[in-house]
């Protein structure tokens, strides 16, 4: 059935460490791929997204590429902030299929 | 609105009482979801909208569970009968179009404990 599995946590880096959070998924079809963060005390945020093939999302530095020959979407940044410490979740949303959420993965980020 | 909100943020109730938990979309958002998130996982779905019409509620995990969005804008998840393992927060998301693709934003949750 449709799942994502996500790199388990917690994850702890000191600043500017390079950060990486693995993704893969099982899904029929094309579905689009997204990383949600979930700050302390805050809701679900969408940090970025890839609707096809070899789209890489960015934002704040964070980026994913869709790579559909390995079914996955890892989550990269170059140089981590202590102000990046949250939960990052993989998801997909196919045609027919809510959003399927990964377990989620915290991170934290040392000074 | 800015974005979407939900009330109320924190419910303590006791076993055996009915709760409704509300969702306010953003404004002109056509589809509204209703997930649950147990500590430590991510996100399930219950159900959702578009518009006024319930279109899946697939994802509810029994009869005490039901939602209603009769104006195409507010909607209001019940849980009947609470149970401890109800305990969980409640996240609410709306998106501009119907449609399986279309980027879903969140409201902060509600936090529900049964006792």
């Known amino acids: 059935g449709n799942s994502v599995t996500q790199m388990e946590g917690p994850v702890t880096l000191s600043e500017e460490a390079f950060l990486t959070i693995n993704c893969t998924y099982t899904?029929?079809?094309?579905?689009?791929l997204f990383w949600y963060v979930q700050y302390p005390g805050e809701g679900l945020q969408l940090l970025l997204k890839?609707?096809?093939?070899?789209d890489k999302g960015s934002n704040k530095g964070f980026e994913a590429t869709y790579r559909k020959e390995t079914t996955s979407f890892h989550l990269e940044k170059g140089s981590v902030q202590v102000s990046d410490s949250a939960v990052y979740f993989c998801?997909?949303?196919?045609?027919?299929?809510?959003?399927?959420f990964g377990k989620g993965t915290r991170l934290s980020v040392i000074a | 609105g800015a974005g979407v909100s939900q009330s109320p943020r924190y419910k303590v109730t006791k076993r055996g009482q009915d709760v409704a938990l509300r969702c306010d979309p953003i404004s002109g958002h056509v589809s509204l979801y209703w997930y649950r998130q147990a500590l430590g996982q991510g996100p399930e779905f219950l159900t959702y909208?578009?518009?006024?019409?319930?279109?899946?509620k697939s994802g509810l995990p029994n009869d005490r569970f039901s939602a209603e969005r009769p104006e195409g804008s507010i909607s209001t998840l019940t849980i009947q009968r609470t149970e401890q393992r109800d305990s969980a927060m409640y996240r609410c998301a709306s998106s501009l179009l119907a449609g399986g693709r279309e980027t879903q934003y969140f409201g902060p949750g509600t936090r529900l404990l049964v006792l």
């Open positions: 899904a029929t079809g094309y579905p689009s």
């Open positions: 890839a609707t096809k093939a070899d």
């Open positions: 909208f578009n518009y006024e019409a319930q279109q899946d």
């Open positions: 998801a997909f949303l196919g045609g027919n299929t809510p959003l399927v």
